[in-house]
């Protein structure tokens, strides 16, 4: 079992940065495959990035290559997102997730087995 809590959340400008993190728990956390997705009002929820559990290998989402970045600190059983260079959007509620098994391309949320309850990130023009 994993719990997984998210902070970081809040408003800024376009242009601006937020660093998301996600806390887990659980004896395991470094077997697990990390993504964070996000859902913005009356969309469905949508793939982010994922990193594997060693953290050597990342995936993004197309729209946000060269602007997000996301690891993490098995010592710690965390993982970051850090989000650069913000637009509008981006604003959505935002959500960590472990797997426990890794697909190819790691991007469906089926594909996740534990959830945060998820944190907000709005960004104004």
């Known amino acids: 079992q994993v719990q997984l809590v998210e902070s970081g959340g809040g408003l800024v400008q376009a242009g601006g940065s937020l660093r998301l993190s996600c806390a887990a728990s659980?004896?395991?956390?470094?077997?697990?495959?990390m993504g964070w997705f996000r859902q913005a009002p009356g969309k469905e929820r949508e793939f982010v990035t994922s990193?594997?559990?060693?953290?050597?290998?990342?995936y993004y989402v197309d729209s946000v290559k060269g602007r997000f970045t996301i690891s993490r600190d098995n010592a710690r059983k965390t993982v970051d997102l850090q989000m650069d260079s913000l637009k509008p959007e981006d604003s959505a509620v935002y959500y960590c997730?472990?797997?426990?098994?890794?697909?190819?391309?790691?991007?469906?949320?089926?594909?996740?087995?534990?959830w945060g309850q998820g944190t907000q990130v709005t960004v104004s023009a």
């Open positions: 990193i594997t559990g060693s953290g050597g290998s990342q």
């Open positions: 659980g004896r395991t956390f470094s077997n697990y495959i």
């Open positions: 997730a472990a797997a426990f098994r890794y697909y190819s391309p790691p991007n469906s949320p089926g594909q996740y087995d534990y």
